[in-house]
């Protein structure tokens, strides 16, 4: 006799499967992808929001600047304005001096921003080679201890010492102010960047012959390029809004810089000529939106400029 075939039991799995509820690989593909674009467009609108939280003082100042004094005293202003009119630039120039004023901060912001990358870049890579060093140590907490001092807790013995020397008044005695200020965050900024040169592309280079200063000019130095110009922008544009030393360091009229001479349009009761103010201030931003237009692609230019062999 033969055996009795036996009944197949099906799967538990199987029997709880409901092809309604049942996923394709397609839908599956598409849950992921759909999460990552809503993500990728929260992020833009987050940094929309941003942008538009940035841009709102230099819009309103602009507007400000073409108003006629009328519409500046109405209850409703608005963005644009009705009459747009030069008079508030040409009030601005004939009640101060704009001109020389911009020309001191010039002078002071440029040669801050060129002595400190001078100072910084070597020093700079030698914190990033040398970072577990006892050195490279003392100089990072070196940063974050001059980072946490006031203004207020350093300008008297400041003043005291360059009344010694005798650079009270002077431009040259504010450089170096804005030098010695400017330092630690420079220096930690611009060994940042020489942290992510790779050792490996020096020491392909050496390989191939190249001495330690050729190696530092021709591949370590153009992947440093966008750090040392985003150094010195930085060092520039702290100098050229600095307020605080200028204002006690400096006493004759016609070495104040443009900072100061923007508070000369606010009179002894407070109440301030906001036309002129407004032109004189959208006058003094445009040195570092100019600047930073220049630079910006030159920062990404030289990214990799030191990698490629010749």
């Known amino acids: 006799m033969s055996p ?9 799995d199987a029997a709880r499967r409901d092809p309604s509820t049942t996923r394709s690989p397609a839908a599956v593909r598409r849950g992921p992808t759909a999460r990552r674009r809503a993500a990728r467009t929260g992020q833009y609108l987050a940094l929309l929001g941003y942008l538009v ?14 108003k006629p004094p009328r519409e500046l005293a109405s209850l409703h202003p608005g963005w644009i304005p009705d009459h747009p009119t030069l008079d508030n630039f040409r009030q601005a120039f004939e009640e101060q001096p ?8 010039l002078i002071v912001s440029l040669a ?16 990033a080679r040398h970072h577990r060093s006892s050195l490279s140590r003392a100089a990072t907490g070196w940063i974050v201890v001059s980072q946490a001092f006031p203004f207020v807790l350093v300008i008297i013995p400041l003043f005291l010492v360059l009344k010694e020397v005798r650079l009270i008044d002077s431009l040259s005695g504010l450089i170096m102010v804005y030098v010695v200020w400017s330092l630690p965050f ?6 940042g960047y020489a942290r992510a040169v790779p050792r490996e592309l020096e020491e392909a280079a050496a390989v191939d012959g190249a001495g330690r200063l050729r190696v530092l000019i021709s591949v370590t130095m153009p992947l440093l390029t966008p750090g040392i110009v985003a150094t010195a922008l930085f060092a520039f544009i702290t100098a050229w809004n600095e307020f605080f030393f200028a204002l006690v360091l400096l006493k004759s009229p016609r070495k104040q810089t ?5 508070t000369h349009f606010i009179g002894t009761e407070g109440v301030a000529d906001l036309g002129p103010l407004a032109a004189a201030s959208l006058l003094a931003t ?14 990404t230019s030289g990214t990799l400029a030191g990698a490629v062999k010749h």
């Open 4 to 12: 009795r075939p036996t009944a197949r039991r099906p799967r538990p």
């Open 53 to 66: 939280f940035l841009a709102f003082p230099l819009l309103w100042l602009v507007s400000t600047a073409f």
């Open 98 to 105: 704009l001109l020389r004023s911009a020309g001191n901060s």
């Open 112 to 127: 801050a921003a060129v002595i400190s990358v001078v100072i910084v870049t070597p020093m700079a890579y030698v914190m």
């Open 186 to 191: 420079a220096l930690w900024m611009l060994a």
């Open 258 to 262: 443009m900072p100061i001479i923007l």
């Open 286 to 299: 445009l040195p570092s939106l100019v600047l930073f237009a220049f630079i910006q692609r030159r920062i």
